[in-house]
C-alpha cells in the first residue's frame, strides 16, 4: 500500500512540475540592443534585460529611447519591440490544439509575427489602451501614440477594434487606425508613391531583424502620418463623408505635437464644421484653440481672421469686433487685411 500511494505521488508530482514547467516557460528575449528593461509584475522598479532573458506571464519589456528587443515564444512567434515601447505578457497558455495569448500595449511600436499549424486555432490579442489586434496567425505593425493606434498589414489578416467597437479588417498592405477607443476607419491601401508608403516603409526599417543605426525614423512616423490623416480628411470631406473627415483629423490630432499639423487640423475641422455641417459655434472653437493654444504658428492668422467673422456671422458684433481689431494690429499687410476692414467698418457705422 505504502509503495502504491509512493508511486502515486511520484507521477502526479510529476505532472505538476511539468505542467507549472510548460506554463512558466513562454519564450526568451532572443535579440537585444540599447537601453532595455524588464520587471516581473506591474507596479515595481524596472530592471536591466539581457540576452536571453526567460519570459513569464505577467512580465513587461520596457525599451529605452535607443532600445529595441525581439521576444520569441516558444511557439516560434515573435515581438519586434522599437524603441520607447512598453508591453506586458498578460496572458500566454498553449494547448495542444490551440494557444491564447494577450500582449498589452501602452506604448510605441512593434511587429508582430503570429505563427499557425494546420488545424491549430490561434486566439492572440495585442492590445492597447484604446484598441484590439485580434491575430489568427501573421505579421502586422502596430504604433500606439497617446490615446490614437496605426496598424499596417504586412501579412494575413486582423481584426481591430476599438473599445468594444465594431472590427475591421486589416489584411497585406493595408492600414487601419483609430482614436479614443472608437471604432477604426475603413482599411485604406498603402499606394506606392505616398506619404503612407513610406511611413509603412520607414516602421518595417525599425522593426527588422536588426535594429537600425539611428531612431529618427521612428520619432518622425506620427508625424507623417499625422500629415497624411490631414490630407485623407480633405478627401473624405470633398467626398461628401464628413463625420469620416473629423474623426481623420482628430487622429492627427491625438498622433502629434507639433503645432503646425495640429493647427492645420484644427483647421481644417473647423472647415468641416461651417461649410458642410453648419455648425458655426464647433468651427469657431476649432479657430480660437488655435489662437489661444499656437500663438506663434502662421496658421494664426487665419484662424483670428475665421474667429472673427463666425463670431460677426453669429452676432456677437463686440467680440467679432475685438478679434478683428487684433486681426488688423497683428497682421497690418495680412491675406485677409481687405476683408477685416471691410466689415469692421459695417461694424462701426
Not at 506586458?88 to 495542444?96: A, M, P
Not at 486582423?158 to 475591421?168: F, L, M, R, W, Y
Not at 487601419?176 to 475603413?186: F, K, L, S
Request: proline share 4%; glycine share 6%.
Amino acid at each position: 500500500m505504502k509503495r502504491i500511494l509512493f508511486f502515486i505521488v511520484f507521477f502526479l508530482s510529476l505532472f505538476f512540475f511539468s505542467a507549472y514547467s510548460e506554463a512558466k516557460s513562454i519564450g526568451k528575449i532572443s535579440e537585444i540592443s540599447g537601453k532595455v528593461l524588464f520587471r516581473e509584475k506591474a507596479n515595481v522598479p524596472y530592471d536591466d534585460a539581457k540576452k536571453g532573458l526567460d519570459l513569464e506571464k505577467g512580465y513587461w519589456i520596457k525599451t529605452g529611447a535607443d532600445g529595441w528587443a525581439v521576444l520569441s515564444l516558444s511557439d516560434k512567434s515573435k515581438l519586434t519591440l522599437a524603441n520607447n515601447t512598453e508591453l506586458e505578457i498578460t496572458e500566454f497558455v498553449i494547448g495542444k490544439d490551440k494557444k491564447d495569448g494577450v500582449f498589452s500595449v501602452t506604448q510605441g511600436k512593434l511587429r508582430a509575427s503570429v505563427t499557425r499549424l494546420a488545424g491549430e486555432q490561434v486566439s492572440y490579442k495585442v492590445k492597447s489602451p484604446t484598441a484590439v489586434a485580434g491575430i489568427k496567425g501573421t505579421e502586422f505593425m502596430m504604433m500606439t501614440q497617446g490615446l490614437a493606434n496605426v496598424f499596417f498589414g504586412n501579412e494575413g489578416q486582423v481584426e481591430v477594434t476599438g473599445a468594444d467597437t465594431v472590427s475591421k479588417p486589416l489584411s497585406v498592405d493595408m492600414m487601419v487606425q483609430n482614436t479614443r477607443g472608437y471604432t477604426p476607419i475603413d482599411p485604406v491601401k498603402v499606394e506606392p508613391d505616398t506619404p503612407l508608403y513610406t511611413a509603412k516603409k520607414n516602421f518595417e526599417e525599425i522593426t527588422e531583424a536588426a535594429p537600425p543605426k539611428e531612431w529618427e525614423l521612428s520619432g518622425n512616423l506620427p508625424n507623417i502620418i499625422a500629415r497624411w490623416n490631414i490630407n485623407y480628411g480633405r478627401y473624405l470631406a470633398d467626398a461628401g463623408r464628413y463625420e469620416e473627415a473629423l474623426y481623420v483629423f482628430q487622429i492627427a490630432l491625438d498622433l502629434t505635437s507639433l503645432p503646425d499639423i495640429r493647427s492645420d487640423a484644427r483647421l481644417e475641422r473647423g472647415a468641416v464644421y461651417s461649410r458642410f455641417l453648419r455648425n458655426s459655434e464647433a468651427a469657431l472653437a476649432e479657430y480660437l484653440l488655435v489662437i489661444e493654444t499656437y500663438p506663434v504658428v502662421t496658421q494664426r492668422e487665419t484662424a483670428l481672421y475665421l474667429a472673427g467673422m463666425t463670431l460677426y456671422e453669429l452676432g456677437f458684433t463686440d467680440q467679432a469686433k475685438e478679434k478683428l481689431m487684433q486681426y488688423k494690429k497683428d497682421y497690418p499687410s495680412g491675406k485677409h487685411i481687405s476683408n477685416v476692414e471691410t466689415i469692421l467698418n459695417v461694424i462701426n457705422r
